[in-house]
């Protein structure tokens, strides 16, 4: 199974093996994310903790803020703990869903990141979120698809990788700095892609990690439908 996830004033080349955060970095959100394949133009989400004592009310706090930040107010917005399938049959997580528009960007050919991570940013310990998944379902890497992304003293690092298992983008993200406004990472600029970490590699990650991701990735496809009718249709955010 595989996981994952730009700049010309800085580009940053892809960490080394031995810094892979897909290895190194534990994420405390996943997110995942498709365009409405219904051509509403929305992006529908599903946003799972690790945690099971993860607090709802935070959860909801940070969709929101992601929604401000991309002036798009979530949609069917529901917010409440969920099971998870694997080896512990116990195991649950506090999952969101919901629809916002326009963080996967058509006409730059790239994802909005900056306001995903600035979104989670600035919680207090023990529920503040250093690491975050996202997987962008059914998109394909382009010229200007960031795929690495900033240094241990930089306030964010990412990685990029093409998951050819559930297809899709993923990106897994360090946050260094806790304070939003800080944070920025580069959209729309034409790099280079460099090579992603191999499957071997990220075998070693545990199982709830990719419990996780393939619960979220065929849950948001279970979405479109049930999500979209009972909103109104999305308008079109150019960002």
């Known amino acids: 199974m595989g996981i994952v ?3 010309a004033i800085a580009m940053a080349q892809g960490p080394p093996a031995s810094q892979n955060l897909f290895n190194t ?9 498709q ?3 219904n051509g509403s133009g929305a992006d529908l989400l599903e946003v799972r903790s690790i945690e099971p004592t993860y607090p709802a009310e935070q959860l909801r706090t940070q969709i929101l803020e992601l929604g401000k930040l991309m002036g798009s107010e979530p949609r069917g917005l529901l917010v409440g703990r969920s099971s998870v399938s694997g080896p512990d049959a116990r195991m649950t997580t506090i999952k969101a869903t919901c629809a916002i528009d326009g963080i996967i ?5 790239g994802f909005h990141l900056t306001q995903i991570v600035r979104a989670f940013a600035g919680y207090a310990d023990p529920n503040r979120v250093k690491g975050i ?3 962008f379902v059914g998109e394909k890497p382009q010229k200007t698809t960031i795929l690495a992304f900033g240094k241990e003293n930089d ?11 559930v297809p899709g983008v993923e990106y897994r993200i360090k946050l260094n700095s806790q304070v939003p406004e800080e944070i920025t990472i580069p959209e729309g600029n034409e790099q280079k892609t460099s090579p992603g970490p191999s499957i071997d590699a990220r075998k070693r990650m545990d199982w709830t990690i990719w419990a996780l991701i393939f619960v979220s990735a065929i849950a948001v496809g279970a979405l479109v439908y049930s999500l979209l009718v009972r909103t109104t249709p999305a308008k079109q955010s150019q960002k």
């Open 155 to 165: 306030p964010v690092q990412l990685q990029g990788d093409y998951n050819s298992v």
């Open 25 to 33: 970095v534990r994420p405390q959100v996943f997110l995942t994310i």
């Open 133 to 135: 998944s996202v997987l």
């Open 5 to 7: 996830l730009l700049c």
């Open 105 to 109: 960007d058509r006409q730059a050919k």
């Open 35 to 37: 365009r409405d394949p």
